[in-house]
Nanobody, 126 residues
């Protein structure tokens, strides 16, 4: 059974860079054809897809967040990482990592993904 676990700071100051990691167990992040996504959800808003890295290391980003987002991986740790720069209070949300086999950028519910983490609350505040 594949399990994902997010980790990172719960509080980030405005203008700083948010960095979160997702550690995967029970399966390799280089397994074809899996995609490894970052999504977030803030109060009163729907699920927002931020970007993904696939089994070959190729990355994909939401056009709305592309300029501020970077996703990378460390295959030796079976881990992938999200960096979101120049954060504002509007970036306050619960952040999830999730996996799928393609199409994850169109999902509107976390339950559409194959696997997902428990989520981590990130608050942007001074």
């Amino acid at each position: 059974q594949v399990q994902l676990r997010e980790s990172g700071p719960g509080l980030v100051k405005p203008s700083q860079t948010l960095s979160l990691s997702c550690t995967v167990s029970g399966g390799s992040i280089t397994t074809n054809p899996y995609y490894w996504n970052w999504v977030r959800q803030s109060p009163g808003k729907g699920l927002e897809w931020m970007g993904a890295i696939d089994y070959s290391g190729s990355t994909y980003y939401s056009p709305a967040l592309r300029r501020r987002t970077s996703i990378s991986w460390d295959t030796s740790k079976n881990q992938f990482t999200l960096q979101l720069s120049s954060v504002t209070p509007e970036d306050t949300a619960v952040y999830y990592c999730a996996s799928d086999k393609g199409g994850g950028q169109f999902y509107t519910s976390l339950y559409e993904y194959h696997y997902w983490g428990q989520g981590t609350q990130v608050t942007v505040s001074s």
